[in-house]
């Protein structure tokens, strides 16, 4: 619901803590709403998982993450530029060159993020270097109102630094902290494995013989880029069934050293990789492409927000905890979802919620909400480690948007365009970004909105619309 703006909003302080796409929409939203905001960034740059390093937790990289990307050098996009722009800021090709493809580098969607930072003026409301150590409640106020002590420490400094915040927005994003699968024998391999998180560059596969433990987008992609120095690479999938896709029977079929296997049954000392079938391979490297667990290992909530395989709760719509809203908020916890689009809207909930501009369900509705939710779940069959996952439902996102903060719903040719990408995703992963063709809807929408200059394209052209 919306109400007027109540008169004591603009003393707030809040603190964002990550100044990734998430928590630098957070801080555009809250600043529009008057508030006073101070981004904390542990990485010496904006732009979260975008911000990559060549560095990698070498030192034990199946243990927990030291480096927060999770990106890998050769890394393009898997959405299309036009989806990836904030309402009002497009994603368009850099007037200084750069990768103007659809489907461009890691590298250009960094630029742009920064390029948002600057237009926006933002950059004043982050601190780099600065890591979180500890958020907390602060003790109780006379008027009953929740503060939030921030415990902060900067790169270099031996002082830590406290402060007392009215809210605190959690904007951490949920790649970084790798999920492994539980696998008999893995703390007895002597050979070498190393979580996607870990994974850089392929230069020390050459001539080995590799197993990826998952056959998702990531472990398809690594797949890929193995193929070209491994002796040999086998894919390991839940169910090889299931997971034999278009895309997948194509790779399979292109490449001679490329191998589609069940599950991983245990892992022998001697080398060997026992899969359900019986069968074995003798792998020099085991790679587990596995995905993330949510942590917040600085987040003192006294039980009030747990993670719970790998669902955090209890979040109202995926953001707030009944108990302490609106002063604790997430953004940034949904999965397979539109970005930055969704970001947006999640943080403009937030800042009109903490502006006054709109009120929340009293607590107890909001987790009478949370539990309805994960009864629907439970009766579906869905396990609670999918508890946000939103599978890109667009129209789901839409009202999602409307309900929560009147967002405008997505044209009907991006949902086309993001559509159509999907699909040749799942046909052939190796061609999809390079070998599109757009529908009129989508390139009368293209025309419109700025992205092409071109006037009639014949509809058997490929690449028609490529950003000028």
Known sequence: MEDKVSPDWSSKKVCVVGAGMWGLAAARELRREGLDVAVLEQSGGVGGQWLYDAATDGGDPLGLAGVH????????LNSPREMMGFSDFPFRPSAAGGDARRYPVHGE??????????VFGLMDAVRLNTRVVRVAMAPPRRDGSLKWTGTSKRDGEEVETEEVFDAVVVATGHYSQPRLPSIEGMDRWRRRQLHSHSYRVSDSFHGEVVVIVGCSLSGMEIALELLCVAKEVHLSAKSTEEDMVAATSKMLSRHGNLHLRPQVEHLREDGRVVFDDGSCVVADTVVYCTGYNYSFPFLETEGKVTVDDNGVGPLYEHVFPPSLAPSLSFVGIPSKVILPQFAEVQARWVAHVLSGRRTLPSPEEMLRAVEEHAASMEA???????????????EQCDEYGERTCGFPRMEQWKKEILRSSF???????????????????????LRHDGWTNEKDVGDDEEHASLPA
Not at 69 to 76: C, P, T, W, Y
Not at 109 to 118: A, G, H, P, T
Request: with cysteine; charged share 35%; glycine share 8%.
């Open 69 to 76: 990307s999770s990106i890998f050098a050769s890394l393009r």
């Open 109 to 118: 969607l960094l630029r742009y993020v920064r390029d948002f930072c600057d």
């Open 380 to 394: 579906a069959g869905t396990p609670k480690r999918r508890t946000h996952d939103l599978l890109l439902d667009l």
């Open 423 to 445: 699909s040749g995703l799942l046909d052939d992963i190796e061609t999809y970004r390079d070998g599109y063709r757009d529908s009129d809807l989508v390139r009368h929408g």
